[in-house]
């Protein structure tokens, strides 16, 4: 007799998967606005933020049909922590070619794309813009560390959005079953 039970799935592997199809449209999505020169535009980056959720909402509802309908928050979280650190992971890689590779005046006009924007809008004095570019140049990464605090802080902002979205996508196993 042939076993065809379908292997366990684990809040890990569905992070993994959603990880994977979620990164690999966000490094699509990241090369259309780097191609076309709109990363600047903050409505873009709200866009990432949307597919970010729909990834941990898509994850969240392919592991609650894999287990019965049901999904702890705890579990919610870790899926979408998971999930998030893979994507991290693309998007690292993906930048550090970008900008040391592909594209290497890209800090550059970021950096001036800022300051256009801080004397456009006239708050600042032309000494604290200087002050704020220098900073902004040492704070830039783009050596490999790069790809370290992207891996951290894109699990860390899934870890957040997951705070609130599992509170809404969990369901969990009744303890008397």
Do not use: C
Not at 8 to 30: D, F, H, K
Not at 53 to 81: C, E, P
Not at 91 to 110: H, K, L, M, P
């Amino acid at each position: 007799m042939e076993n065809t039970a379908t292997p366990a799935v684990t809040p890990v592997s569905v992070g993994i998967r959603y990880g994977l199809l979620t990164g690999i449209v966000t490094v699509i999505y990241s090369l259309i606005l780097k191609a076309a020169n709109l990363e600047q535009m903050p409505v873009m980056g709200l866009l990432t933020f949307a597919i970010l959720i729909v990834g941990i909402v898509l994850a969240h509802k392919f592991y609650k049909k894999a287990s019965g309908g049901f999904m702890s928050y705890g579990q919610g979280l870790g899926i979408a922590t998971v999930a998030g650190a893979v994507i991290g992971v693309l998007s690292g890689i993906f930048n550090y070619i970008y900008v040391n590779f592909i594209d290497t005046e890209y800090a550059q006009r970021a950096v001036a794309a800022a300051r256009a924007k801080m004397e456009a809008d006239g708050q600042l004095s032309e000494e604290q813009i200087d002050q704020a570019m220098e900073w902004t140049s040492k704070m830039m990464p783009t050596g490999p560390l790069s790809i370290f605090w992207t891996i951290l802080a894109t699990a860390f902002f899934a870890f957040l959005l997951a705070l609130v979205i599992s509170a809404f996508t969990k369901n969990t196993r009744p303890e008397f079953e």
